[in-house]
């Protein structure tokens, strides 16, 4: 079999009138980003006596805003009170007087006292629940159905995750297995 070749192909220059050549070097290439693109909202500011209305749109972000400085401020209330509660109650320690009735009445008050701070806590881990349904946006809305709670129900019970149906639907589901 004969052995094939490849000749060298040679490029010879060629020169054109009035032609300008322009090298460019590598550029660094920046995008212009434009105001649309960055979607940054700013914090919605509402007045101390804004009360959320029916007639606004239901959680828009002016009662997202509202429920959340209501919880938080709730909150720092709560915390507050136990830390004083805790306080005080380790100073008064009537638990090594000498009169048995005044150790069981101190032990009786203390014990109210444990029950209510716990109640407290629990409460604060609801209202840390609501902030984060806040935060993303499911608050106000039903956990089991997805519908809307209502206004007038977050005022009163701001911690509220269940619409009225669903939360009288699992009242009467824990009666029934207390009962049996």
Known sequence: MPKITKSPIKKTPVKAKNVTTV?????KVIKKISTTEIKVKAPIKISKTYIPKDTEKYMC???LSFFKIKLTEWKKELVKANNEALYHGSMDDNSVSADIVDQASSYTDKTVEMKAINRQIKLISK???ALMRVKDKTF???AETAEPIGLKRLMARPVAHLCIAAQEKHENDEKVYADD
Request: proline fraction near 7%; glycine fraction near 8%; charged fraction near 35%.
């Open 23 to 27: 090298t460019k070097k590598p550029s």
């Open 61 to 63: 972000d002016k009662h």
């Open 127 to 129: 209202i840390d629940q």
């Open 140 to 142: 106000g809305f039903c």
